[in-house]
């Protein structure tokens, strides 16, 4: 089994986070086969008995949670995208289910010294993961789609796969004609 996370989509505002999530979903799924991109595992609607969720500035478990969901694996991508309007518009709630990474692995926690206790990471090291973090973008680019949330958070490190992998693309953009020379 895969260990998840699931993203909802903020619904006291719907009409600035779902043309994000909209965004997110297809260009997860447009990178699903590019080594690094964190993992669409699939998407749906959520609707919940009791629509206060938790805040989000404060951990909190689902256990209580109870409710429905309309589940959209992988090949359906297309039929999410084209049902997210009228079913949040209905009171339901967009999820998207991604492969849930480790925060020990987040790249924040082995280069800021003030959390390695002052130690740098090794310079061979930081160029791997810089060049690869490069190959992620530049896929991305043949692609006609520009990462546009570049922070040290949004980067992890696993080390069972020797590899970064990049978390939260929603408000990556696309470009469907290809990039132009500004981009």
């Given at each position: 089994?895969v260990n998840?996370?699931?993203?909802?989509?903020?619904?006291?505002?719907?009409?600035?986070?779902l043309p994000?999530?909209r965004e997110e979903a297809?260009?997860l799924?447009l990178?699903r086969?590019v080594n690094?991109?964190?993992?669409?595992?699939e998407?749906g609607?959520?609707k919940?008995?009791?629509?206060?969720?938790p805040?989000e500035d404060?951990?909190?478990?689902a256990?209580q949670?109870?409710?429905?969901a309309?589940?959209?694996?992988?090949?359906?991508?297309?039929?999410?995208?084209?049902?997210?309007?009228?079913w949040?518009s209905?009171?339901?709630?967009p999820?998207l289910?991604?492969?849930?990474?480790?925060r020990?692995?987040?790249?924040?926690l082995?280069?800021d010294?003030g959390?390695t206790?002052?130690?740098?990471?090794?310079?061979?090291?930081?160029?791997?993961?810089?060049i690869?973090?490069?190959e992620i973008l530049?896929a991305?680019?043949?692609?006609g789609?520009?990462?546009?949330?570049?922070k040290?958070?949004?980067?992890?490190?696993?080390?069972?796969l020797?590899?970064?992998?990049m978390?939260?693309?929603n408000?990556?953009?696309r470009?469907?004609q290809g990039?132009?020379?500004?981009e």
């Open positions: 089994t998840t996370a699931i993203k909802l989509m903020r619904p006291d505002r719907a009409e600035y986070a994000l999530f297809l260009v799924s990178m086969d690094g991109v964190v993992c669409l595992i998407c609607f959520l919940l008995e009791d629509t206060d969720l805040p404060q951990p909190a478990s256990d949670l109870m409710g429905e309309r589940r959209y694996g992988l090949d359906s991508t297309h039929n999410f995208l084209s049902d997210l309007e009228k949040s209905d009171g339901w709630l999820y289910a991604l492969e849930k990474i480790e020990g692995s987040n790249l924040l082995k280069c010294t959390y206790n002052g130690r740098f990471l090794p310079t061979l090291e930081g160029l791997i993961m810089a690869q973090i490069c530049e991305a680019h043949q692609r789609i520009i990462y546009r949330d570049h040290i958070l949004h980067y992890y490190w696993l080390e069972d020797n590899g970064i992998t978390i939260d693309w408000i990556a953009k470009y469907p990039l132009s020379d500004p």
